[in-house]
């Protein structure tokens, strides 16, 4: 059975800091790589960054370079997402999502019907 899940959201106040996690299983996790997204209330599902591992590369949406980073440990296949500075516009529920390696370029990566599996999210929200 095919898992990701997520875990690491929570209550945090603007400027702190979060570890978000996703731990995959039931899959060959080198075959693909982890897109991180987020969706606020009312607004569509955003993709915020993505990491291929095998080939080392790591993509950002601009609205979070410079406070997120993106890393894998492929010992445990999990991928976490590092955020810093945490602003209220950051609060979201992020999700973890899978895609093909084939399939990730630099341009597409951000786009949510093309992963092939998802976790259920977790919730981050971020207080002024």
């Known amino acids: 059975e095919v898992q990701l899940v997520e875990s690491g959201g929570g209550l945090v106040q603007a400027g702190g800091s979060l570890r978000l996690s996703c731990a995959a299983s039931?899959?060959?996790?080198?075959?693909?790589?982890i897109g991180w997204f987020r969706q606020a209330p009312g607004k569509e599902r955003e993709g915020v960054s993505c990491i291929g591992d095998s080939d080392g590369r790591t993509y950002y949406a601009d609205s979070v370079k410079g406070r997120f980073t993106i890393s894998s440990d492929n010992a445990k296949n999990t991928v976490y997402l590092q955020i810093h500075s945490l602003k209220p516009e950051d609060t979201a529920v992020y999700y973890c999502?899978?895609?093909?390696?084939?399939?990730?370029?630099?341009?597409?990566?951000?786009?949510?019907?093309?992963?092939?599996?998802w976790g259920q999210g977790t919730q981050v929200t971020v207080s002024s």
């Open positions: 039931g899959f060959t996790f080198d075959d693909y790589a």
């Open positions: 999502a899978a895609l093909r390696l084939s399939r990730l370029s630099f341009d597409q990566w951000m786009f949510p019907h093309l992963y092939h599996y």
